[in-house]
Structures are given as C-alpha cells and as structure tokens.
C-alpha cells in the first residue's frame, strides 16, 4: 500500500488528477478553517491582525525559498539526476544546508527587528493591534524555517512525479492551523493561531520527509557545502526572487491601504482571495505542476513539436474547466460567502461585502489560472525573467489602480455607488475595500496578456493561436450560456421557496449549479468541443501512462524511484 502511493506518475493528466483532488481537499479544509475564523472572531479587528502577521513571514518564504524550488532547484536537479545520480544528491544536499543557514539568520534578524517592520505594513492599526501583530508575526517565522525545509523536499518529490506525497503536504500544512484553531485559540487567544501556523509548517515537512529520503535523498556526507550547482541555481532564482518580491510588496501596499480602512476590509479582502482561489488551485496550479516536468523534458530534448502540444492542450483544458467556474462565482457569489462563512460572528453585513469582494475577484480567476502554465513554459526553458517582468508589471498596475479607486476616483465621481450598486452593497459604508479585488482581477488579466504575447512573440508560435483562439471562443460561449441559466433557475427558486435559512441556501445554490453545470456539459457535449472529449478521456478510468524513450532523463528517474 504504501509502495504504490509512493510511486511516480509520468502522465499529465493522472498527476493533475492526483494534485487537483489533493488540492481540492486542502481547499476545502481551508474553507472550513475560515469558517472557524468567521464564526471565533468574525470580520473584526483580530482576523485583520492575524492576516497582517502573515506578511513578513511570507516574505522571507517567497523570496528566499518559494521561487528558488519551483523556478531553479528541480530543472538543474534534473539535468544532474539525467546524467549522474550521485551528484544530484549533492546538489540537494548542498541547497538544503545552505537554505537551513541562510533561513536560520534571516528569520533570527527579522525576529529583533519585527517591532520595526509591522508599524510599516499596518500603519492604520492602533498601537495595542500592531503590539499583538508583532508577537504573531515573531511566532510565524518558524513557519517560513519549516516550509523552506519542506520545499526542498517538495522539489524532490516533484522530479521523481511523486505526486501523491508531495500533494498532501498542503492538507497536513491546514490540519495544523485548524488544530490552532479550535484549541490553541482557549488558552492563548487570537495569538493561538500563530502557533497553529507553525505546527501546520512542521507537518508540511514531515510528511513530505520520509519520501524523500525513499528516493535516495540523505543528509549525511556531503563532499563540499557549496556545490558548483548552488551558482546555477541562484543565478536562476534571482530573477525569480525580484519577481516574488514584487509580488510581496504588492501584498505589503494592499495590508497597508486595508489597515487604514474600516475595521475588517484586511479580513474581507482575504478571506473572499481564499475562496475564489479554489479553482486557481485545484485546476490551474495543479495542471501546471504536472505538466511541468513534461515540458522541462521537450524542450531538453529540443523536441518543440512535444512541447507546444503539451503548453496548447493543457491552456485549453484548464480555460474550458476554470471559465464556466469564474461566471458560476459571480453569480452565486452571496450564496457561497454565506454557506461558508455564515455562522457564529460573521454577520450579514460581512457576508455583504464578502461577497461583493468575491464577485470582483471572479472577473479575473481565469487569468490567474492560465498564468502560472505559461510562466512553466518559460521556466523550462530556463527563462524566469520574462514570467517576472510580467508579474511586476502586472503588481504595479495593481498597486496604481488600487490607490487610484480607494482614494481617487470613488470618492470624486461616483463610481463607487455605482459599482456598489451592481454589486448590491451600495447602502454600505464600507464599501471602499471592493477597489482592492477591482484592482487585483484586472492586474492579472494584464499579465496573463503579457506573457502570452512574450511568449508567442518569443518563439513564433503562432501555430497554436489558431487553436487556442477558437477553444478560447467556445468555452465563453458555453460558459455564458450556462450561467445564464442558471442565474435563471437562481433567482426562480427564490421566488417559490424561502430562502432564510442555511439548508435552504445551500439546496438553492446546489440545484442551480447543477443545472448551469449540465448545461454546460451538454453544449460541449453537443458542439463537440475538442476539450470536452480530451477530458472524458481523462475521466475514463484509463488514464494510461505517457510512454517516454527509454534513454530520457525522466526514464532513469522512475528506475531511481523505487529504491525498495
């Protein structure tokens, strides 16, 4: 049993498979622990503390490690392993000795000078709230420590295909903040949840650990500390590491813009982020990871015919399964804030402006999907600087139009109400944060466009545009159909049933979603959509294995990977 969920996956769309289910089960898992949130603590002061802790800590994470394994260490670990095993587990060695040293020193000078740094990322908090953030935000350096660790060995169960190990991670990562929870949180208060943060860190890496060292992987022995390998692998990052910076600081200016808004818009703002990216996560990242080390190996192998089938079938897919999804998030978006966040202190208000958050982040879920595929397509080539050029790019939209729409245009010409009133909050005070998910779909949508232009310009691909052009069109069509319909069926069941209570909320959501989901399924169905077969191939319990040369790089990994 446990051989078999130690095995590699060699086929994209079984990892993906593998990844989406487990990413499904953290996202859910997720959604119960703000659940947990919103009824301890509601949209308060607390749950804005606890999100604004979060800051510095992700920042040593992201930059130092976060883009170093996803970006650097697997394609160079993977070139060594295709060709000498032995000295890729000394690159790995040498990664994960001076990763621990440079985290250990980084999160110790960060640890003295934290009460310098929070007053910077929450300049609206009171001085009782930012001496509160201070002590969390003290306690979560531990979580970027243990997560530096496990993703090392995330990028080693990642070039093995070791999937299945390697996506439980995340599940364990959210037990543990549960567990803070719903039991530290007796005894230590709202400071109980940094402590459920580092222990869900710990059992990220823990499980991930003995698979790791399954595969060959072993810390004693190591010939030299600083492996020639760690000068590739850093000159890789680097780029990638400005780029995540950028994207820290993004996250830093909209923490600081929250903190000086009402009471509860930091709280809003992330917790409505965390549900539209349930389909961000269990489709578009998990189809990126596994399709990732295909790519790596076409374009090794010079074989671009390969690795242009892979970028346009996997783009296709995950437009034609995320799309339809976006358009369902919109609509049903007060439905879905209020099954999962509406009990205990969550008020009505709160779902209110929850939702309204979530219907401005749905406008661009589709393009922070299909992002992360194409900047895969340029890491395997070893190109990370374009994916970071257009992320910074696409933070520093985001950051001018935040400003812009708090303080700028809403409050001098009105569009604000108007906005509010679409969205149907505009009798409340609040409403100003809804600038901020405004401001992020539409950042993301502009980098999405740059690095598909950067990358058909780059290559000439231009074979493929046709192809996803028209793939492109179709799923629009089908999306907007269903979702018209079900918005009907929505709005018809309101009509004849009271919709009050929670049951009822919830049977109303679910018969619309299935309608507008069969009616989709049908129109691709009907009009046979390339998509819609390729995927019911997927889901007809075949899923058979992608054969690769016997002399291919990813051939010697799977002979490696079974050690027993």
């Given amino acids: 049993m446990i051989k078999n969920l130690n095995k590699s996956t060699n086929s994209v769309p079984v990892a993906a498979l593998i990844l989406g289910g487990s990413v499904l089960v953290s996202r859910l898992l997720g959604l119960v622990r703000d659940r947990i949130l ?164 710990v059992l990220h890496m823990v499980v991930q650990a003995p698979s790791s060292f399954s595969a060959g992987f072993r810390l004693p022995g190591l010939k030299n500390i600083y492996h020639p390998a760690i000068k590739r692998i850093l000159r890789l990052m680097g780029p990638r590491a400005l780029g995540l910076a950028a994207y820290q600081i993004n996250l830093w200016v909209i923490t600081i813009i929250a903190s000086t808004l009402a009471v509860g818009s930091l709280a809003i703002f992330t917790l409505a982020n965390n549900i539209q990216y349930l389909p961000i996560g269990i489709i578009g990242t998990s189809f990126a990871t596994a399709v990732f080390p295909n790519l790596s190996q076409s374009f090794s192998r010079k074989d671009e015919k390969s690795y242009l089938m892979e970028i346009s079938r ?77 992320n910074t790019a696409g933070i520093v939209i985001n950051i001018i139009l935040s400003v812009l729409l708090i303080f700028f245009i809403f409050p001098a010409d009105g569009t604000l109400n108007m906005i509010g009133s679409f969205l149907k909050i505009d009798d409340l005070p609040e409403i100003a944060v809804i600038g901020l998910p405004i401001a992020f779909s539409i950042s993301g949508i502009f980098s999405l466009i740059f690095l598909l232009v950067a990358f058909f310009r780059e290559d000439r691909n231009f074979s493929i545009v046709r192809d996803l052009k028209e793939a492109f069109t179709r799923t629009l069509f089908a999306g907007f159909i269903s979702g018209g319909i079900g918005w009907m069926v929505l709005k018809l069941f309101g009509i004849f049933n009271p919709i009050n209570t929670f049951i009822m909320i919830f049977i109303q959501t679910a018969v619309s979603a299935v309608v507008a989901i069969a009616v989709y399924v049908f129109i691709a169905y009907f009009f046979k959509y390339d998509e819609f077969s390729l995927l019911r191939s997927f889901m007809n319990a075949k899923f058979k294995r992608s054969k690769l040369p016997q002399s291919g790089p990813l051939d010697q990994m799977n002979d490696l990977s079974h050690p027993e």
């Fill in 38 to 201: 919103a009824g301890l603590f509601g949209a308060g002061i607390e749950l804005d503390v606890y999100f604004a802790a979060f800051r510095v800590p992700d920042l040593v994470y992201n930059i130092i490690i976060g883009g170093a394994v996803s970006s650097a260490f697997i394609p160079v670990f993977i070139s060594y392993l295709s060709k000498n095993k032995n000295e890729a587990w000394e690159v790995a060695r040498s990664f994960f000795y001076m990763a621990t040293v440079g985290l250990l020193v980084v999160c110790a000078l960060l640890y003295v000078l934290m009460p310098f740094l929070i007053p910077l990322v929450v300049p609206g908090f009171d001085d009782e709230s930012k001496s509160i953030a201070v002590t969390m935000s003290r306690i979560m350096l531990l979580s970027p420590l243990f997560l530096g660790l496990s993703a090392i060995f995330s990028g080693i169960l990642h070039s093995f295909r070791k999937f299945f190990i390697y996506s439980l991670a995340p599940i364990f990562y959210n037990v543990g903040i549960i567990i803070g929870a719903l039991w530290f949180t007796d005894f230590a208060g709202v400071k109980g949840l940094a402590w459920g943060v580092a222990l869900g860190a």
């Fill in 314 to 390: 996997t783009l296709r897919s995950v437009f034609f399964l995320v799309f339809p999804l976006s358009v369902m998030f919109f609509i049903f978006r007060a439905q879905i804030v209020r099954i999962i966040l509406g009990t205990g202190q969550f008020s009505w208000e709160d779902t209110r402006l929850t939702a309204a958050a979530l219907g401005a982040f749905s406008l661009g879920i589709s393009a922070y999907a299909l992002a992360p595929i194409i900047s895969k397509a340029f890491y395997a080539r070893e190109n990370t600087k374009t994916p970071v050029l257009a």
